[in-house]
T-cell receptor
Framework: SQELEQSPQSLIVQEGKNLTINCTSSKTLYGLYWYKQKYGEGLIFLMMLQKGGEEKSHEKITAKLDEKKQQSSLHITASQPSHAGIYLCGAGRTGTASKLTFGTGTRLQVTL | DAEITQSPRHKITETGRQVTLACHQTWNHNNMFWYRQDLGHGLRLIHYSYGVQDTNKGEVSDGYSVSRSNTEDLPLTLESAASSQTSVYFC??????????FGPGTRLTVL
């Protein structure tokens, strides 16, 4: 099965600092989806990447999918306390793109 | 606004009892999914459905069943609850680009 590795597993940054979270697969990704989860709540869909080299931004969050479609990064600029939570990447599988495999998540804390 | 809801939000039950968790979506999506989330394991797929009367097993389906009698609902049943099924359960439905939208989750404790 296609496994997704996320790094780092956890991250503590000071408010205002930039940070990057990575999601890596040993196989080609067929659709890469980023989610955010706050403790005790459901997953919130952030953005989706499908094409190699694609980049999308929403407010201060930018996600990129590399040309080989095996790695994605999520970059947060000027972090705020509201960015704290768990970030998960999910990827479609060959032939059954509607089913997603998820990484184990990156826990982000933002200190004042 | 379209949404996906789960009930109950919290449930405590005893070993051996049958439990049903409800999932209802108003997105009119054909694809629906059930996951469990546990520390160290992330999200794992239990069952999924691509439409009415269609159900499929995921990677951790033992001890669970689902049925799909209409587009909006995909209830998850634990036939005989076990302590290993203590977890947080999430339901999701997916749109045209396979992006999944999640419910708020049900925290289940089996004593």
């Amino acid at each position: 099965s296609q496994e997704l590795e996320q790094s780092p597993q956890s991250l503590i940054v000071q408010e205002g600092k930039n940070l990057t979270i990575n999601c890596t697969s040993s196989k080609t990704l067929y659709g890469l989806y980023w989610y955010k989860q706050k403790y005790g709540e459901g997953l919130i869909f952030l953005m989706m990447l499908q094409k190699g080299g694609e980049e999308k931004s929403h407010e201060k969050i930018t996600a990129k999918l590399d040309e080989k479609k095996q790695q994605s990064s999520l970059h947060i600029t000027a972090s705020q306390p509201s960015h704290a939570g768990i970030y998960l990447c999910g990827a479609g599988r060959t032939g059954t793109a509607s089913k997603l495999t998820f990484g184990t998540g990156t826990r982000l804390q933002v200190t004042l | 606004d379209a949404e996906i809801t789960q009930s109950p939000r919290h449930k405590i039950t005893e070993t051996g009892r049958q439990v049903t968790l409800a999932c209802h979506q108003t997105w009119n999506h054909n694809n629906m999914f059930w996951y469990r989330q546990d520390l160290g394991h992330g999200l794992r797929l239990i069952h999924y459905s691509y439409g009415v009367q269609d159900t499929n097993k995921g990677e951790v389906s033992d001890g669970y069943s689902v049925s799909r009698s209409n587009t909006e609902d995909l209830p998850l049943t634990l036939e005989s609850a076990a302590s290993s099924q203590t977890s947080v359960y999430f339901c999701a439905s997916s749109g045209a680009y396979n992006e999944q939208f999640f419910g708020p989750g049900t925290r289940l404790t089996v004593l």
